[in-house]
């Protein structure tokens, strides 16, 4: 009876404990969760009310990216949009040792610098020593490296390693080294231009660039409100030359090869467009690759086409026959008498070869290049009107072009050039006074095109896929009547199948081409007659005239150094390959040239 009585009462114990709460002990925790609600709408009502601003700054500043702009540069492209410039993605990349360790490494151990080095050793192609070495000792801020590559940077970036910045820049990158160096230019390591369009062109090469803030999501993902209008959009125009890279190189190739062959100084070739002024090449030797410019003298960093004068010699006399028949002083039917040596102002002229040539029509004076033939046609012209169609052809003006540090020639003043009768009668054979190489192209320009000044120019404008914006030159001038320009443009025609001592001719079977060699002596303290200048001008095709070619090569060294031996054959190769590139249908048939020439 004891121990039934026992589970009974622990029994009676059990269900007690299992008793509904009390209503005052109900009431106690409801009055606490309606403390806690109430707590937490006040909260949130002073946080709507008094914070938010605060809170709405916070939440945008982790929301929202800002994109700085990298000071990018346009690209440069050829006339057939092959790049010539550009500005590339590179990286330097910084090592902080004290912030040294792995991905999923949970102990935080900052891991020793020799493990670090090993990892990045491959995608760097940097010794382990060698990195070591520039980690030294230093806890933070060590630029290990520049000039990485973004598939170098993406290798880095996937080791995972903290401690390791990458930090991207533009990098100016020449993919053609030294073919356009010339005319393009160069920036420094500071990303300053140096010379050449770069320098000239320097505010229209610079990308449109601004900084803006885009708001991204948690993934990243750019959120579309408060986007600025035009945020995504980027600069994409480029300049555009209008240069040729294929003609480029067959003309820098083939005037270092006779630069080489003569021991000259340095030579230049053009190639121009007579309508539009267009240049399609514009190569000079010797030049400098623009990605290593710290490795060469900074007298190369000019373009001596356009900054330095020469004495044009014989090529100049067909403007001189032009400028003659203008003035109505000579007929295209006339004759003169080269009887070997003229003396004028007691000073006496002689040939190039001292020999003389008896009668000579006019294109017979081109053909054996008559500097006695020229100073008696000259003569016959007034020495003012004569020196007022040199300033007429702008021979001592800046020439119009978009090509940089351009300089006028030189011309002596009108009062010693008609008092001094030496002075237009060595102006004749294309002495006493100098021009650039580029004004002697635009002269000959301007007998192939009907008597017009074009502007000489290298740059079409700016190009886009879907918006671009194109140069527009300056109205050409007319000089010369047309009529003139084309009997004189035959009379070279005849020069160019005339056969001189060497053998050498420029004839192209099928091809109509006129044009003129030149050999002037150089004049320092008198005439140095072991100082040339050798030059050779090509217009082509006769009969329908489109291109003026001309070779200049400086001071060659060897014997027998004329305009037909060391600057024709430049030419004949770059004809030769501008009639492919630019498809030039011949004019006659090969039976017709081969009969013409017997």
């Keep these: 009876m004891r121990s039934s009585d026992h589970r009974k009462k622990r029994k009676t114990f059990k269900v007690n404990t299992l008793q509904p709460l009390s209503k005052s002990r109900f009431r106690i925790i409801f009055f606490l969760l309606c403390l806690g609600l109430g707590g937490l709408f006040l909260r949130v009502g002073w946080l709507q009310l008094f914070q938010s601003d605060q809170l709405r700054a916070l939440a945008r500043e982790v929301q929202t990216e800002q994109k700085t702009p990298l000071g990018t540069r346009r690209s440069i492209l050829d006339r057939n949009g092959k790049l010539v410039a550009i500005d590339e993605r590179r990286f330097k990349i910084w090592a902080h040792p004290r912030y040294f360790n792995f991905p999923g490494d949970s102990s935080r151990t900052v891991r020793k610098p020799v493990e670090v080095a090993k990892l990045l050793s491959a995608p760097l192609s940097i010794s382990v020593d060698d990195i070591l070495k520039k980690l030294g000792n230093y806890s933070s801020g060590v630029k290990l490296a520049e000039g990485v590559t973004p598939e170098q940077a993406n290798a880095i970036k996937k080791l995972g390693i903290s401690g390791i910045d990458l930090e991207v820049y533009p990098q100016r990158l020449y993919p ?47 959120l579309p409100t408060g986007v600025q209008r ?113 003396t004028v102002g007691g000073w006496p002229l002689s040939n190039w070869d001292r020999r003389p040539n008896g009668i000579l029509t006019f294109p017979e004076v081109l053909q054996v290049s008559s500097n006695v033939g020229m100073v008696k046609i000259m003569t016959k012209l007034n020495a003012s009107i004569y020196w007022q169609w040199l300033r007429r052809l702008g021979i001592d003006e800046i020439p119009e072009t978009d090509l940089p540090g351009a300089v006028s020639g030189q011309i002596k003043s009108k009062q010693t050039f008609v008092n001094q009768p030496i002075e237009p009668a060595v102006a004749s054979f294309g002495q006493g006074f100098s021009v650039t190489p580029l004004k002697l192209a635009q002269l000959h320009a301007l007998i192939a095109n009907g008597g017009r000044l074009v502007m000489p120019h290298i740059t079409k404008g700016l190009k886009g896929d879907y918006e671009s914006y194109f140069n527009s030159p300056s109205e050409p001038k007319q000089v010369l ?55 050779f001008v090509a217009s082509l095709p006769i009969d329908d005239p489109r291109y003026v070619v001309l070779a200049v090569i400086d001071e060659p060294q060897k014997p027998n150094a004329y305009g037909s031996t060391v600057a024709l054959p430049v030419a004949k190769k770059i004809i030769e390959t501008l009639l492919v590139i630019e498809k030039i249908p011949p004019s006659i048939s090969k039976k017709e040239h081969l009969a013409s020439k017997s």
């Excluded at 320097?202 to 803006?212: F, G, I, T, V, W």
Aim: aromatic share 8%; hydrophobic share 35%; charged share 25%.
């Design 176 to 222: 053609h080294g030294s073919l356009f160096a010339n005319v393009v230019g160069f920036l420094d390591l500071d990303r300053r231009p140096q010379a050449g369009l770069e320098l000239s062109l320097d505010s229209d090469l610079k990308r449109l660039e601004k900084a803006s803030l885009i708001r991204r999501g948690a993934d990243g993902t750019p």
């Design 230 to 342: 035009g945020v995504f959009d980027e600069d994409q125009l480029s300049l555009q030359l209008t240069l040729d890279v294929r003609l480029q190189e067959v003309a820098i190739k083939e005037i270092s090869k006779q630069v080489k062959k003569w021991d000259a100084k340095k030579g230049v070739v053009i190639v121009m467009d007579i309508d539009t002024g267009e240049l399609l090449a514009l190569a000079s030797t010797p030049t400098y690759d623009p990605n290593k410019y710290w490795d060469y003298s900074p007298s190369l960093f000019k373009e001596w086409s356009v900054q330095e004068l020469f004495e044009p010699g014989s090529t100049f006399k067909p403007i001189n026959l032009a400028l003659a028949l203008e003035e109505g002083v000579i007929s295209p039917n006339g004759e003169v008498n080269d009887d070997g040596l003229v």
């Design 481 to 535: 009547s047309p009529e003139v320009t084309k009997t004189v443009l035959g009379w070279m025609e005849t020069v160019v199948s005339f056969y001189d001592e060497s053998g050498i001719e420029v004839d192209v079977p099928g091809y109509r081409i006129g044009g003129k060699t030149g050999t002037a002596q150089k004049s320092q303290d008198g005439f140095n007659y072991n100082s040339k200048i050798c030059s």
